[in-house]
């Protein structure tokens, strides 16, 4: 971005939002973050919106609060709201069964498989944001976030191996050899923002476009705790195809920093459990 602009940030009680919030108000920018059911959404410009509302690890047991989230407001905010842009966040997690992961590829769904409940909420809402008829509306696909503070719960393997780690020993319950792609937040707080404003295109894949196994995290892990590293035994073999970033790649040349930082072993802002090398 050239200049600072305003913001709506939606859902900036969670990991992404929160951060993204604290990014683009130290970037200069104006930037609301309205709480849950707050009707003055609807009555006043909202400048770029930025949909961060989702569910992660309890949409299994939370299926009607999961199309709430990932549906119901943005079918409001598309109908009814002001806004100069609008940028809805879904997820790689969409390209499971997949034979490609670049942004225009068909995909494949399960409707009788609930796993899939988080799948067919994002693809309804991102395929509401291009039936709007809105102008300036896009969709990014985050792949797995990394960073500080992350929360166990949320169901992000990094996080629960990082949990584990701070105890002192990590069960894994896939095969090492397991790979996915992952992408630091401060990635994250720096692209997002460029995709909202700037975005020539409808829908971009924001990953790094690297694979890191599982084992690569026990091996990390390892070095920088000292914990113990258990596998369970017949443990599954999770692969996912890598994420085609072409298109950010190619609108603007970014580059993924490293993930095997000692930053995200912070928690609470303190680091925890570290040795020293």
């Not at 047991?61 to 199309?67: A, E, H, I, N």
């Not at 709430?68 to 499971?96: I, P, Q």
């Not at 909420?121 to 395929?127: A, R, Y």
């Not at 629960?160 to 790979?179: F, I, M, N, T, Y």
């Amino acid at each position: 971005m050239t200049e600072p602009a305003y913001f709506t940030v939606l859902g900036a009680s969670g990991y992404i939002g929160s951060r993204l919030v604290e990014h683009l108000r130290a970037q200069g920018c104006d930037v609301q973050a309205p709480l849950r059911g707050d009707a003055e959404i609807f009555a006043r410009s909202l400048g770029h919106v930025i949909y961060c509302v989702g569910l992660t690890a309890d949409f299994r047991t939370r299926p009607f609060d999961t199309v709430d989230a990932h549906v119901g407001l943005l079918a409001e905010l598309l109908r009814r709201a002001k806004f100069d842009s609008l940028l809805y966040l879904s997820s790689t997690r969409v390209y499971m069964g997949a034979s490609s992961t670049h942004e225009d590829a068909p995909l494949t769904v399960l409707p009788g498989d609930p796993s899939y409940l988080y799948n067919l909420s994002k693809l309804t809402g991102e395929s509401l944001c291009h039936a709007s008829g809105r102008a300036a509306v896009r969709v990014a696909r985050l792949s797995n976030v990394v960073g500080p503070g992350m929360d166990a719960a949320s169901g992000n393997l990094v996080a629960d191996l990082l949990c584990q780690a701070r105890e002192g020993r990590v069960v894994l319950r896939s095969d090492p050899q397991s790979a996915k792609d992952y992408v630091h937040v401060t990635d994250v707080l720096d692209w997002i923002p460029r995709i909202a404003v700037q975005g020539r295109y409808p829908v971009y894949n924001v990953a790094s476009g690297r694979q890191t196994t599982h084992g690569q995290w026990l091996k990390w892990l390892q070095e920088r705790t000292g914990c113990m590293v258990d596998v369970l035994p017949g443990a599954p073999l999770q692969p996912f195809p890598p994420v085609d970033v072409t298109r950010l790649q190619d609108e603007w040349q970014v580059s993924p920093r490293p993930l095997f930082s000692d930053d995200l072993l912070l928690l609470n802002d303190d680091p925890v459990g570290v040795t020293p090398p």
